[in-house]
């Protein structure tokens, strides 16, 4: 089956703006996230979504709320995107009793269900069968639910996704598989991981592919929503392929890169390629906002995130009495 590219895409003034707010907003609370880690505030580490966030909110405000989404380590920009609250994931990295999973999850396992995120999974390809029986479930009861699996292209080395693929292929279910190419498994290429091309494990169970640029909001946004509509007609999953880039370490502690990629490659990503960058250009162009209603809309998100962060801060943690409640393992 071939792979289709998305050209670039015009969207509403309302969501062109919308659009714009949530990749600063995810953007602001990574900056916020990775100073909790420098200053010693937040125990562990977390992985920071900053250069991807045109893929989580283009793909997010394709979806519904009662829609599913399962996410990866990398996952606070897909949290945020599918409308999770600030203060409370401030408060779940920091083991806080006010966090989604009263601190005793932390960055790589917060779950929202009232806005249908069944969870991040620090497990490489660890939700594919998570979001592809939640696909099952929302097919078999009738409810239109669409589910979409993030994944990283270092899962594309784990065989659950391709038993996943296969079922959701033949039972035509209602699921996206999401792939987002960052180039990196951690410290390796994926060229270097990867045979053959990424597309074409998901066009051997007949399932369509569409590769799309991943720093282009409009673009991976229409790309979503047409893999949404096929999968609420009852034409079964989609596999996206978002081309991106992490335009930090692999995790906060991953400082010095250059071992494993250059830094005037970095450099091109963040001067050329910044998502952010890209869409306020866009929509200046449009004449959908000026340079000074942009600053105004990055400061009350600023001053949003910096309140959020310095409540969570300042938040009780839990009762260690509770320490064994909530834990299923
Ligand atoms: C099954 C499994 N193997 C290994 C790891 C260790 N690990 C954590 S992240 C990662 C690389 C993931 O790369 P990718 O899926 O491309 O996501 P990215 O970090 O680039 O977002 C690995 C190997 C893991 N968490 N789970």
């Given at each position: 089956m071939a792979t289709t590219t998305t050209p670039a895409v015009d969207v509403t003034p309302e969501l062109g703006l919308r659009m714009y707010s949530q990749m600063v907003r995810i953007r602001a609370f990574e900056e916020q996230a990775n100073q909790l880690y420098l200053s010693a505030k937040m125990p562990g580490l977390t992985h920071l979504y900053i250069g991807e966030e045109a893929v989580a909110v283009g793909v997010c405000e394709a979806l519904r709320r009662e829609d599913y989404i399962t996410s990866t380590h990398r996952g606070h920009g897909h949290c945020l995107a599918k409308g999770a609250d600030v203060e409370r994931m401030f408060c779940e990295l920091l083991g806080k009793e006010q966090g989604y999973c009263r601190g005793k999850g932390g960055?790589?396992?917060?779950a929202d269900h009232v806005n249908g995120n069944l969870g991040a999974?620090?497990?490489?390809a660890g939700s594919a069968g998570i979001a592809t029986g939640?696909?099952?479930?929302?097919?078999?009861?009738g409810s239109g639910q669409v589910s979409v699996c993030f994944f990283g292209e270092g899962a594309l080395g784990?065989?659950?996704?391709?038993?996943?693929?296969?079922l959701a292929a033949l039972w035509k279910l209602?699921?996206?598989?999401?792939c987002e190419n960052n180039l990196y498994n951690e410290y390796t290429h994926?060229?270097?991981?990867?045979?053959?091309?990424?597309?074409?494990r998901a066009a051997a169970f007949g399932i369509p592919v569409e590769e799309?640029?991943?720093?282009?909001?409009?673009?991976?946004?229409?790309?979503a929503s047409r893999a949404v509509e096929r999968a609420r007609s009852g034409a079964g999953p989609t596999f996206l392929v978002c081309n991106t880039y992490r335009f930090r370490g692999h995790h906060v502690g991953d400082v010095d890169r250059t071992y494993y990629r250059g830094k005037d490659e970095e450099e091109r990503w963040r001067s050329e390629r910044d998502p952010i960058t890209l869409h306020a250009a866009w929509l200046r162009e449009r004449g959908l906002a000026d340079a000074a209603e942009l600053e105004r809309i990055d400061g009350e998100i600023d001053a949003g995130i910096s309140a959020?962060?310095?409540r969570a801060v300042a938040a009780p943690f839990p009762d260690p009495g509770e320490v064994d409640e909530h834990v299923y393992a």
């Open positions: 960055s790589m396992h917060i999974n620090a497990i490489v939640a696909a099952f479930s929302g097919k078999t009861r784990q065989g659950v996704l391709y038993e996943v693929m296969n209602p699921v996206i598989y999401l994926f060229s270097e991981t990867t045979a053959g091309e990424v597309g074409g799309v640029d991943g720093q282009d909001v409009r673009a991976v946004h229409a790309a959020a962060v310095e």
